[in-house]
């Protein structure tokens, strides 16, 4: 229990980076907090992987980055399961034209694809608010945009994550994907609104098919680059949410007891 509130000490405190003079301002910094769990096999992994790649690729994406205030913005990227995979880490790509993002697109298309064991959202968010901190770009806005599979069932909570990161000005979206979701939460779209997601405009995007990944990517980061109106299928914040948030470490007794034994009080 002490490292777990030492770690969101740690978070909450993390003062806002202020860039210094010079410094390239953009119109978002956004985190690409992509699910590599042992839950999804390899071909659905895959096709998750090229619906990043493809959205990277998209004029609708391209467009969407040019017509901002500032006309270029931030990216970085990485891989979790139940932590995060640090050689699947892209550090902060400046994307202002179409070969910018073809180029990033081209580097995620020519990486190994494999899962990892677990699912710890709040790993990915302390890890995201991290790389968040580091940034080297002036941003008018910070996003965080998980995907996932499955509730956290490793880690620290995920809630207090969550809050700690929107307590530090990041928004976090979510991508829930829903072709065979794991770990027992229920209707995983309402999981991530209740439990994941947060700041001012965040949403979660259901993913029901895999053929829907890519169309489904590049909404979303269209959506979070040129901040436009959420469409009716996405899910929004409930201000009295009605998701248990722990429903994924309830299914693993064991590591409940051991990490959080005050719960049992």
Known sequence: MLTT???????S?????????????????????????GSMDLEEARVQRMGY????????????VTAGLNGRIAIS??????????????GWQLIDDAND??????????RPV????GTSISNAIFFASKLMAASPYDALRRVVDVSGDGPNNLGPPVNPARDAAVANGIIINGLAILIRP????????????????GGPGSFVLPVHQPEDFA?????????????????AQIVPVQSAPSTDCLIGEKLRPGFLDRVYPELDK
Not at 184 to 196: E, I, T
Request: hydrophobic letters at 50%.
């Open 53 to 64: 790649v493809e959205a990277l690729r998209h004029p609708d994406f391209i467009n969407a």
């Open 77 to 90: 990227y990485f891989e979790w399961a139940g932590s995060v995979n640090e050689t699947s880490v892209v």
């Open 182 to 197: 794991s770990g027992g939460a229920g209707s995983l779209d309402r999981y991530y609104a209740d439990c994941v997601i």
């Open 13 to 37: 405190s993390t003062p806002v980076a202020t860039p210094a003079a010079g410094i390239a301002q953009v119109d978002v910094a956004l985190v690409l907090a992509v699910d590599m769990s």
């Open 5 to 11: 509130l030492a770690m969101l000490f740690a978070l």
């Open 114 to 117: 494999f899962t990892r064991r």
């Open 101 to 110: 993002a073809a180029a990033l697109a081209e580097h995620l298309a020519s």
């Open 215 to 231: 169309v489904a990517i590049r909404q979303k980061l269209v959506m979070e680059v040129s901040r436009t109106s959420p469409a």
